[in-house]
């Protein structure tokens, strides 16, 4: 525990304007951010008596090991710093909004010559408009089954559309009228967009205007004796009214409008959004965050704007946005909301009418997800809290192990040896962590020179950051000198900046020797080493002739089960991925000013990589765009490079001629038919 005074500025450095300031920790790293209208007032608070401070703000400052600030022009400046710092450094001090599921929304890809209406998630795309998010993904294709009745967009992927134009026959949708079929040329590009186009006024909430106008041609139709036409926009129209009743009219003004409601205690709070379009609630999310700052409502309001429209720009940011409590200061984040829509934006508290019980609405859900996240979440820290007590006392440590480290080893039958390193702080993924290695020491298959390659690289890291930032001024190991990128100035957090309390490995009592071994030689004495054998699931320790045994049931055995467990599926996932990369290697790769497209009319021209080899510096010459000079490199390589196995179909074990179709990668070399993916036995 380090004392604020210790790093605290001298008087006068602090400059007495607008700015963004850092917390870092010992190691450097970034733990809290903050933006203060005036930064030697601010920063002055955080250096009181600490009995005088908040808990958490105690236990920031005293986590804490320096203090860094930047000074901006104004208040907004400073606003979106901050948000970018936040976003950057994942500081573990600040508010941050857990998105209980990536909430899906319905696309139309404007961007492509033939707009698709899909479901999408994630990061949102350039020249793609969004509708949402929605609750349920089945939620957004009951409104879009009903819809292309009205409106037949296109709704196929890719590969669909494209195997339909080269067969000119549509898909199932095309046959029954829920697609207007532009992959067999039934509409022009610029028809099937003018109806894409219409979906999406539709959506926007333009709906009263496009249903009187079918409304008038059903009329029409009728009058000219068209019943066939005039019951089918009968029909049509009463698609798109059950459509819309799916989200009622809760602003009778067709307000654009965003609502946001914030339920909260002393240690969480719970965010809810409704984004309410034409008058009509569009989609919904919610938000939870630890309070582990002291923080005001306000404070948590203006957190809640950062993390939804700092990515957002133009009609993404609505008019009007409602709020429970404005931030302190409310001008900068108004100015910054008005920044992001390029016209102005109104932030303020709803007092009476329909916002009001809008709100009401948006509130009772808020309370609601609060309620339920602290259901959940009460067993799911009990137990995890008592697995992590079981493995400190199994393992006899001194303390519950918060950060632990797990490695296990992947190749196939000796080749494409690699490792993985997994990491749980508090007994969840913290993926952003995780680590692969590829194994350079030696050849072949040996899992236990392996693990102790890898733990001595990661710890040798490990030390040499250490030595970057005046920790530790030992002198290191000759091989453990810090390798070329890492980077330190800029406050990123470092590939391997923190140590875990335990170490733990996939395998018995070599691969934990080994492990031990790694540690005792670069110095290491902090950390404690285990293994969890697969057979019996036994924990092994160092220098132990016997495995600890955990309960099958036990919360602890379970925690490193799963720990394990992700370490085994990181593992495969890249062993395979390297594997894969090797099978579709070639020897033209390495011919110099080759490319892809002389590579392909090579094997055209011959068939098989076979053939090319046996061919004569004349014969390469025939084919077009490959010279003399071109055809000699390229018969050397192939001499130089040693015939590739020959493919083996797995289920009958009959060796199949190179030159059978199928059997090529993309590079020219045989694939291996059935490529033992699923051996695990083999996947160590």
Not at 42 to 70: C, G, K
Not at 283 to 309: F, M, N, P, S
Not at 323 to 334: F, N, R, S, T
Not at 582 to 597: A, I, K, M, N, Q
Request: hydrophobic share 35%.
């Amino acid at each position: 525990m380090a004392d604020p005074s210790s790093y605290r500025p001298k008087p006068g450095e602090i400059p007495d304007s607008p700015g963004v300031y850092r917390f870092r920790d010992e190691h450097r790293r970034v733990i809290y951010v903050g933006k203060a209208k005036s930064l030697r007032q601010r920063l002055a608070n955080y250096f009181q008596d600490l009995a005088s401070l908040h808990p958490r703000t105690r236990t920031m400052v005293t986590t804490a090991a320096s203090v860094e600030w930047t000074v901006v022009s104004t208040e907004v400046e400073a606003l979106q710093l901050e948000y970018s710092w936040i976003k950057e450094f994942d500081p573990r001090f600040n508010v941050k909004y857990r998105d209980d599921k990536s909430y899906p929304y319905l696309a139309v890809t404007m961007n492509e010559e033939f707009p698709r209406v899909q479901v999408m998630r994630g990061q949102k795309r350039k020249g793609v408009r969004y509708f949402g998010p929605y609750g349920h993904a089945w939620a957004i294709r009951d409104t879009v089954d009903l819809l292309l009745r009205v409106f037949p967009v296109r709704t196929c992927s890719a590969g669909v559309f494209k195997n339909a134009a080269r067969t000119g026959r549509p898909c199932l949708l095309g046959y029954i009228g829920k697609c207007s079929a532009p992959c067999v040329d039934r509409v022009s590009a610029d028809e099937h967009r003018d109806l894409a186009e219409d979906f999406c006024d539709f959506m926007a909430g333009r709906t009263g205007t496009y249903i009187r106008r079918l409304e008038q041609q059903m009329k029409d139709a009728a009058e000219e004796m068209e019943y066939e036409r005039a019951a089918r926009l009968r029909d049509d129209i009463g698609a798109l009214k059950k459509a819309m009743e799916k989200s009622a009219v809760v602003l009778a003004d067709a307000t654009d409008a965003d609502l946001i409601a914030v339920a909260e205690d002393e240690l969480e709070a719970a965010v809810q959004i409704f984004h309410v379009r034409g008058g009509r609630v569009r989609g919904q999310r919610g938000w939870v965050t630890d309070k582990v700052e002291e923080i005001t409502t306000g404070a948590l309001v203006e957190h809640a704007l950062q993390q939804l429209y700092g990515e957002e720009k133009g009609d993404s940011v609505p008019k009007e946005v409602l709020v429970p409590a404005l931030p302190d200061p409310v001008e900068p984040v108004q100015e910054w909301l008005t920044e992001r829509r390029g016209s102005g934006v109104s932030l303020r508290i709803p007092q009476r009418g329909d916002k009001k019980a809008l709100m009401e609405t948006v509130q009772r859900n808020a309370l609601q997800a609060l309620g339920l996240h602290k259901t959940k979440r009460a067993s799911d820290l009990t137990t995890r809290s008592r697995a992590l007590e079981e493995i400190a006392e199994a393992l006899d440590l001194d303390s519950a192990p918060l950060r632990i480290e797990c490695y296990d080893i992947s190749h196939l039958q000796g080749d494409d040896v690699v490792a993985s390193m997994v990491v749980f702080e508090d007994g969840l993924q913290r993926k952003s962590e995780y680590r692969r290695f590829q194994i350079k020491g030696f050849a072949g298959q040996d899992d236990v020179r392996s693990m102790h390659e890898v733990i001595s690289r990661r710890f040798r890291r490990y030390l040499a950051e250490k030595e970057k930032t005046g920790e530790w001024v030992d002198d290191l190991p000759e091989e453990g000198a810090p390798e070329n990128g890492l980077k330190d100035d800029d406050g990123r957090p470092k590939k391997f900046a923190y140590p875990p309390q335990l170490v733990v490995v996939d395998g018995g009592q070599p691969q934990v020797a080994a492990a031990k071994k790694a540690l005792d030689e670069l110095g290491i004495d902090d950390i404690a080493v285990c293994g969890l054998a697969k057979r019996l699931e036994e924990v092994w320790l160092p220098g132990e002739d016997d495995p600890v045994v955990l309960p099958r049931t036990s919360e602890g055995l379970y925690l490193l089960q799963r720990v394990r467990d992700e370490a085994h599926r990181f593992a495969i996932t890249y062993q395979r991925t390297k594997r894969a990369q090797r099978f579709r290697s070639s020897p033209l790769d390495d011919v110099p000013g080759l490319g892809d497209t002389r590579k392909q009319a090579l094997l055209k021209h011959f068939g098989s990589l076979k053939k090319l080899r046996s061919a004569t510096i004349d014969q390469i010459c025939e084919v077009p765009g490959i010279g003399r000079k071109t055809a000699e490199t390229i018969a050397v390589a192939l001499a130089q490079a040693a015939p590739a196995a020959p493919a083996v179909n797995t289920a009958t074990g009959e060796i199949m001629d190179e030159e059978e179709p199928g059997t090529m990668g993309s590079g020219g070399e045989p694939v291996t038919a059935g490529a033992p993916d699923e051996r695990r036995g083999q996947e160590t």
